[in-house]
């Protein structure tokens, strides 16, 4: 269905490893499995994210207010190209806590 689209809009996926039930089960179950799969067929490699702030919302906002004052608009773009999303993945408990890592390529 996704590569017969013009567009997708996804949600996040994942979670705190140490406390989320998608850790639990082998690695290429869990849903960022599929994500990443899809975005390799597809030949994805940015990720596209808006970022508006409310007035009502620069109180909380941890920027300077000089730098906020007249609030911002903008697109933050990641890209997918290698590293963190590609490298090798390695899962190790220590001290009761699950830690998973991914050896950087890039």
């Known amino acids: 269905m996704a590569k017969t ?4 809009l996804l949600g996040s996926i ?3 490893a140490a406390a989320s039930p998608w ?3 082998a690695p290429k179950l869990r849903p960022e499995a599929g994500l ?3 975005r390799k067929s597809l030949n994805l490699f940015t990720n596209l994210r808006p ?3 409310y007035e009502e919302l620069q109180e909380t906002c941890p920027l300077r207010g000089n730098v906020i004052s ?3 608009d903008m ?3 990641r890209e997918f ?3 963190f999303y590609f490298g090798e993945r390695s899962i190790e408990e220590r001290d009761g806590m699950i830690m998973e890592r991914r050896l950087s390529y890039g």
């Open 70 to 72: 007249n609030g911002f």
């Open 36 to 38: 990443l799969k899809l």
């Open 23 to 25: 850790y639990r089960i």
């Open 81 to 83: 190209t290698g590293g």
């Open 75 to 77: 697109v933050l773009v």
């Open 14 to 16: 994942g979670g705190n």
């Open 51 to 53: 970022a508006y702030l």
């Open 5 to 8: 689209s013009d567009a997708m």
